[in-house]
Structure formats: structure tokens, C-alpha cells
């Protein structure tokens, strides 16, 4: 399928219907699934055939949704998770144990960071976060013998840093260790990671893949272009026998493609669960249909929103990658040739208060948590999510109390230009 555009395959990736087969992809709502015989269903638990045996693992609609996710990425094997956190769990805990240490962009969203600074470290596992924009000198010094993979974001929640992609994947393969990008905000549409080095991709689907704000969701997906057996020592649960599946080697067995899917399939999926259920998986599926036209439409209402701000008079300042003059133009323009993504992060003249106003006064935006939604949407991360903080606790946090991130959504462009205008005018 790689050879057909990449319009197609969000359309038809992943399912090809056989004579008289259903035209959408079957929802399989289907906790198990039944052998004739106990050596037919022993030789799936060996892994010495293909097939299914309980959800809890593998299932075939999320098989099919995320065969087109890994089409769209330009990857070799991927799967679905609950949730974006859990992709990133697994994509991390899949190659690093207790003793093991990360190297992390600190421009990453505030559930990753927790993840990594807080949850993985009771786990044994520690992690050095580094300023994206550090110079190759700087990112090299953070590595340490036992580091085992490198994080970033391609565009980075909420900060809207875009990660020098080429600079990371150098200094991860330098050390010999893979580099892990969330490319949830431009989605492959606007990005696609691989080609520029990075090894393993996550998604949180909530967001633009299913795009309606209807399920959370995550996505991991394999590049295959990592050699684990050349670093073999560093990632012993892939190139050493599993114990718990029979001395089975993954890396040998199932070579580069696939190992790696394969481990975290049948290691912690049937140890931590974390499966996304087959009917958001469906859902998940029409919004990837549809995730090619609406993320243009996603970029152009941004950018009319980015540029409006930027003229007005009560806006004391804009953040929105594709800006001419904002911080992270040049590597926007390398990275993101296209287009960014929908959201926009500005502070308003006047602080606090006058955010509020700002916020109280829109009618087509609404207040929301949720960001890379159809409908527009914004959060005053002052006022909800981070309210418990005064205004110098946001200011060291790196949040203004006048930051409003705007989420634009695909209605019509100038209705929300007009939304921003009239709730501006109140302040
Ligand atoms: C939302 C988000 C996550 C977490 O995803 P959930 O689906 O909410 O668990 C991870 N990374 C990024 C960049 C996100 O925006």
C-alpha cells in the first residue's frame, strides 16, 4: 500500500474486504475466539502460529486500524493502546527496566512528564530532561551508559516547541539507542518522524486521529529500522530469551519489522492490559478517513486565528509555529512544510483578569480540557488546570496567567476570526 498516496491510505490502509466481505471494518465484539483443537489454540500461546485468542492481547478491527496507522507513519508493525499515556508507557517500558535511564525533551505534555519524571522513576527507572533547543554538545552529556531510549514531540503540548527531529535521532543512534517521538499535533499528515530518523512513534488518537472527541485512544508504531541485536547488550528483553514465552528471542525470531510490536503485544499487553476496545477502534477508524481533509482545515483556521492576534492591539503576545518571527519558524519550515497544527497559545494584554474576560466572552470556542477536536475549543490553564498555582508559581512552571490556548477546530475560518474578535473586544 506505501506506494499509493497518503489520501488513500488514510481511506483504505490497513482493510482489504475479500469477495462478499463487509465494506467497513468489522467491528469484532469478541472477547475470545475458539480452535477445534488444544494444539491449534498452544501453538498461538507458543507464538508459533498467528492468530487470536483473547482481546486482552490482539484483536482484528484494532489489528486493521493500526495497520493503517503504521501505513500512514511509514512504519513496519504497530499497535493500539487504551490511551496516548499508555502508548507511551509502553513504548518507553517496552525497552527500559529498572536501572534504566531516558534522555527526554522537556517541551513535552504535562501527563509525559509526570510519566517520566515521577511514575517510571518508582519504577527504577530515571530520566534527564533536556531543553529541545540545547546545542549536540549539550544533548551528548546527557546520555549515561545505562540510557536506553530518547523522547521528544515533534510539536510539543502546549508549548508548541517543535522538536529538531534530525538533532535528537543523531545523538540517540550516536549512543546506540532508539529515538521515540509523540507526533500526536501534526499527525502524519504534517510529519512523518521516520523519515527523519526517529525509531518508534506514538500517537494519543484522542486528538486529531479521531478528531471528534469521541474516544481516547493511543498508537505505537515501529519504524524497523532499529538493529537491536547490533546493540544487543543494551536491550536484553529483546535479544535474550523471554522465560515467559518459552525462551522465544524477539529479535531473532521475529526480526527487526516485528519485534519490538511483538514484545509489547505479548508482553505488556497481557501483563498491564491497556488494550483499546474494538468499538473505539471503529470510531478511531472513520476519524483516519477523514484525518487528511480535515487537518488542513485544522491549520488554516489556526493560522487566520494566529495571524488576527497578532494585529490586535489587546494580544500582548502569539505563539503559533507558522508565524513569521515566531521562535520555532526555521525548524517549523523544515519539518512542518505543510502546515503545524490547530492550536495557538497567546497571552492577553491586561493579565489574569482580562483572560477571563476573553474567555467568558467567546461563543464558538468553548471551554474546554480537550485540545485537536472538530469543534473549537480553549483552556486558560490559569483558571482550570493549573488554578491551584499563584501567578509567580505559573510564571516559574513556564504559564503565563494570560495564556489562552486556543484549539481551532474545522468550522468555517471566519466565524472564528470573528469569535476571537468580539470576545477581544470585551476585554
Ligand atoms: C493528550 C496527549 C497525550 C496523552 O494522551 P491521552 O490519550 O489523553 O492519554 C500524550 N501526548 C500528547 C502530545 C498529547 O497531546
Redesign the pocket.
Known sequence: MSEQSIETRCVQAGYTPGNGEPRQVPIVQSTTFKYDTSDAMGRLFDLEDTGYFYTRLQNPTNDHVAAKIASLEGGTAAMLTS??????FFAVFNICEAGGHVVASSA??G??FNLLAHTLGKMGIECTFVDPNCTPEELDAAFRPNTKCVFG?TI??PALAVLDIEKFATAAHAHGVPLIV?N??PTPINCRPIEWGADIV?H????YMDGHGAC???AIVDSGKFDWMANAERFPGLTTPDESYHGIVYAEKFGQASAYITKATSQLMRDFGSIQSPQNAFYLNLGLESLHVRVPQHCKNARAVAEFLSTSDKVASVRYPDLPGDPYRKLAEKYLPNGSCGVVSFEVAGGREAAERFMAGLRVFAIETH??DARSCCLHPASSTHRQMTNDELVAAGISPAMVRMSCGIEGTDDLVADVEQALARV
Open positions: 490511551s496516548g499515556q499508555a502508548a507511551n513535552i505534555y501527563g509525559t514531540e510539543a503540548n509523540d500526536t499535533f506514538t494519543s488518537t484522542t486528538k481516547v485512544g493511543g485540545v485537536a
